[in-house]
């Protein structure tokens, strides 16, 4: 069983796969020439907003929005 | 009554599973036939009752290992946001896994390999198409299909080279000046990536 096995630098600093997937993405996203590089980096916009619930009322909620603003 | 019917039933299970389950237990073959002795027994103490379906009734099979090896690689190559290739048969592809580029041949041994940003070629009759792949994985099953998993995928074509110069070096100050083990982590991959982009760029 390979429960001792040596883990990627990454996951010994605190990092999951997806997240270093997703910096791998984003780094690759900004070297393209021009419009590719307009075109993904405008798919990835990101727009949402989270609130928790406590007692059957929503709290603050966070925003995120990569969203020009207008 | 019904205490009766566990307890026998228990024991005809324990029987049955004693010969055929446990042998069973790491088989890739989804066993198509339902265990007769314990529908038998079942019968015996139930015979109302409908016996019990296993998670096995519910799986579809695998799709069957062909006898001989095909000609063809069967590749489906997706991104989350398109999918590049579906179905496409060809005649091998090389994909940059974390162990180092990786032939894939019709007939190769089932694998699961994670993929390191890297270029992958498809090769098919005398054409060869590259991709850059910021990293993902690769499903190679035992019928000669492959499933290629990236985030992003880019034509060598699309990479600005300054754009890639600029990167390393900027990541490569962020890794000495970086604190703490997360930046240092971050940095590392910058750096890894970009070199890795290079190195395509100039291979």
Known sequence: ?70 | MFKQASRLLSRSIAAASSKSVTTRAFSSEVPSTIDSTFVESWKKVAPNMDPPQTPSAFMKPRPSTPSSIPTKLTVNFVLPYASELSGKEVDMVIIPATTGQMGVLPGHVPTIAELKPGIMSVHEGADVKKYFLSSGFALLHANSVADIIAIEAVPLEHIDPSQVQKGLAEFQQKLTSATTDLEKAEAQIGVEVHSAINAALSG
């Open chain 1, 1 to 70: 069983m390979a429960s001792t096995a040596a883990v990627p630098f990454w996951r010994a600093a605190g990092m999951t796969y997806i997240t270093y997937s997703n910096i791998c993405a984003n780094l690759v996203r900004n070297c393209l020439k021009e419009p590719h590089r307009a075109e993904s980096l405008a798919r990835e916009k990101v727009h949402f907003s989270l609130s928790k619930w406590a007692d059957g009322k929503a709290q603050k909620p966070v925003l995120r929005s990569d969203a020009p603003a207008v």
